[in-house]
Nanobody, 121 residues
Framework: QVQLQESGPGLVKPSQTLSLICTVS??????????WSWIRQPPGKGLEWMGV???????YYSPSLKSRTSISRDTSKNQFSLQLSSVTPEDTAVYYC?????????????WGQGTQVTVSS
């Protein structure tokens, strides 16, 4: 059973960098049919896709967040991470990591439970 677990600070000050880690159990993040995403949900709003890192270590970002977002990975720990710079209160959200199956079709098949991040001074 694949499990994804987000970890990181729950409170970040404005203008600082938000950093989260997603730890993946059972299965390597370098397996070719999978990619690994960060998705967030601000309070009262829908899900917002932030970006993805593929098994080949290629990244794609949401155009609206690209200038502030970085996704990387640590294969030795089977983890991938998110950094979002210059945060504002509008970045307050529940942040999820998720696995994207990208074989014959595309589907997010496993999600972390989500972690609340609040941006406030």
């Amino acid at each position: 059973q694949v499990q994804l677990q987000e970890s990181g600070p729950g409170l970040v000050k404005p203008s600082q960098t938000l950093s989260l880690i997603c730890t993946v159990s059972s299965g390597s993040i370098t397996t070719s049919v999978y990619a690994w995403s960060w998705i967030r949900q601000p309070p009262g709003k829908g899900l917002e896709w932030m970006g993805v890192i593929t098994y080949a270590d290629i990244t794609y970002y949401s155009p609206s967040l690209k200038s502030r977002t970085s996704i990387s990975r640590d294969t030795s720990k089977n983890q991938f991470s998110l950094q979002l710079s210059s945060v504002t209160p509008e970045d307050t959200a529940v942040y999820y990591c998720a696995r994207l199956y990208s074989g014959s079709y595309y589907q997010y098949d496993y999600w972390g439970q989500g972690t609340q991040v609040t941006v406030s001074s």
